[in-house]
């Protein structure tokens, strides 16, 4: 589909001002159809998860319970992290380069990497904050500061294999901590969660590597669309 | 012998007996009714006003609670809010 990485680039080969009129050609590659559907896939995941997340707010702010707290923050930062990761694309192909491009395209990457550690810490916490032990496992600032922390070495070294290689490990922490605590094994909501994050570790490879499943990033996009409309069903029907 | 109750159900158990009193209730009653410790009712007694489910007031020199608009939204909520919960295993 893209004969570069449609979305980051490592830093060592970031685009300046000189190269606009090669980004330009290049850019071309990626056609209309390619950039709209990715436009529109990310477009309808954002409003879904602003849509859960308006929802689940009222509920959170009534009864203050935590695992609604995280869901709905889930969420939140998905809704970021599609948009971190639609940005460079869209200011790419628009040839909108905005002043200090490479400081712009760092910060982009430094926010889609925070953004996509906090959603998946996100569902760890919804589901298993119960039986977390009291104490530092419980404050958000040590969650926060995880996240930067990942965002930050992904930033300075600037490799997408360590990007992914991170988003992996948090993602199978986070299944290994769901999976102990969690007291129905095959319940339908946790092949849901799990489901969830996969798809999103799929969606970080192809953002990254531009040849990855290529053959089938649409099937993927389908299916992950399909997953975030069960649950906003879901989430309207239970609060309605 | 009970299980113990979630959180959830104590306050909605706590915001139901106050309503049931006509919406204003001592914290004598309140915490006999309520069926809770002295330090457990303390507790929630103060997260409910913190959180402004229901309101301290007093009339000469007599303290009484009483529902917020927020409290009594609450409990029109409380099946929505622990259905979301059950559905979602949070």
Redesign the interface.
Known sequence: MYTTSPHFIKTTNLPTKDMAPMMHAQHHMINHATFTIEVLYAGLIIAICAIIYAK?RE?YT????E??K??KNTFFYFALAYLFRITPLILQTLDIYPRGLRIGYLTTYLLFAYASSMAILSIMR??S?KKLPKGILQLDSTYQLIAILLATIVMLLGSPLIFFTTQASLIIAAFIITKTH???KT?T??ITYLLLLLFWLLNIAITITPRFLQTTTYTLYTLSTILFIIILV??IG??? | MNKKRERLEVINDILFIIREHDNSIKPTPLLRYSNLSSQRFSEYLKELQEKKLIKELDNKGRKHYTLTDKGFKYLEKYQVITGFVDEFEL
């Open positions: 689940t509920l009534l009864s203050g319970h695992g609604i995280h869901f919804s589901v904050h969690h007291n129905k319940s909501t946790y879901k989430v239970r609060t309605k």
